[in-house]
């Protein structure tokens, strides 16, 4: 696309919206100042291409869709089978899998479909057929009663969250956690690392029927192969929830024993993350679970978003482009290169670095809470997420860590200089940050002090580092 284009394109959109409710536009166009400007480090967030937003807006936002590809309870779904259809398709190809379901919303969704799939397959229910015959409303209090009693006690055995894991892995405050009986696996104290023969033992304790792997805060590769040994030596299904890295396998950076789909059953993902696309989720699986994945609508997802799978549909084509490899490649070279430049200036790394797209900074080392740094960092134009590292003193709200990935900015452009220079602003601010006190005099896990001259030259300096590198250069809004 030109650059008059891309302008154009949105310029006329958002005149379009302003017509209408002028506040709208101004906060769309506000929020592109905003991340043209700020120093994102979210390990769970990018910027996905103008094709990809483009093809977000427009009249399949008005389509009902239920159902799947040629299978639809609507009407004049040609259209939005073709886009399904073109979306599962590279998706395939990408992966290398033998089937690919792209309705899910996001990840939580992705994992719900892939969770009811396993049990779909592996319990024998009758009231679970039931229930995939009819729309949830429809079920009467004795079909559920039957549901809870034949599905009752199915066991999922996942990371624990402070070592990384995710909320949707059986934790209590998601339904995963309500739907499973859980326990979780976590990492070795003395290296961080997953230890695979604990995890094989805690399998061969708790006979898990779902065994999941994949993280949101691991900064390491995990070897699927040994899991799925695992998984079969209890004859567990082996589930991997990819989002995070999505983009690192379809780049092929992650690969043999590190490529997840090749060895698990099902595999779920979030399209925006390393993957670069739209906000929304994705499940592949073999011939075997194919036939309940496709069951995902209605039986746990609203209808699907016709609009937002037209825009998988073109990232993921993105995706199939020789050059996000290399794209996938830099984003593991810029962790690397963040990581090497924190620890030379004597931080705290769980694991003591990174083998993938995310850095995790034990900022107790600084004196500080996760909630501490997080503050003083986006104060200082630093954009982070705090999180918990393992065994975490300071519990899931306060923290003791602070989450850093590059997908982001590795997309704008910026490089291992860059990245050296942003472990030295990063450093500056945690080691001038110090702890605050609550209006008693106590200590507080959430008020701090940092000098406000400190944090405007830190937001000056991060400023201009991303000035060489426009954020949409082609997209002027005038
Ligand atoms: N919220 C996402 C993340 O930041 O990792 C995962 O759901």
Redesign the pocket.
Known sequence: MSRNAESTAFRSALEVVRGVEPRVADAIAAELADQRESLKLI??ENYASPATLLAMGNWFSDKYAEGTVGRRFYAGCQNVDTVEALAAEHARELFGASHAYVQPHS?IDANLVAFWAVLADRVESPALRRAQARQVNDLTEADWFALRRELGNQRMLGMSLDAGG?LTHGFRPNISGKMFDQRSYGTDPATGLIDYDRVAEAAREFKPLILVAGY?AYPRKVNFRIMREIADSVGATFMVDM??FAGLVAGKVFTGDFDPVPHAHIVTTTTHKSLRGPRGGMVLCGPELADQVDRGCPMVLGGPLPHVMAAKAVALAEARRPDFADYAQRIVDNAQALADGLLRRGATLVTGGTDNHLVLIDVSGYGLTGRQAEQALLDSGIVT?RNSVPQDPNGAWYTSGIRIGTPALTTRGLGAAEMDATAELIHTVLSQTTPGTGPDGAPSKAKYVLDPAVAESVGKQAADLLTPFPLYPAVDLG
Request: glycine share 12%; net charge neutral; aromatic share 0%.
């Open positions: 390990a769970s990840g995710h949101s989002a995070h997420n």
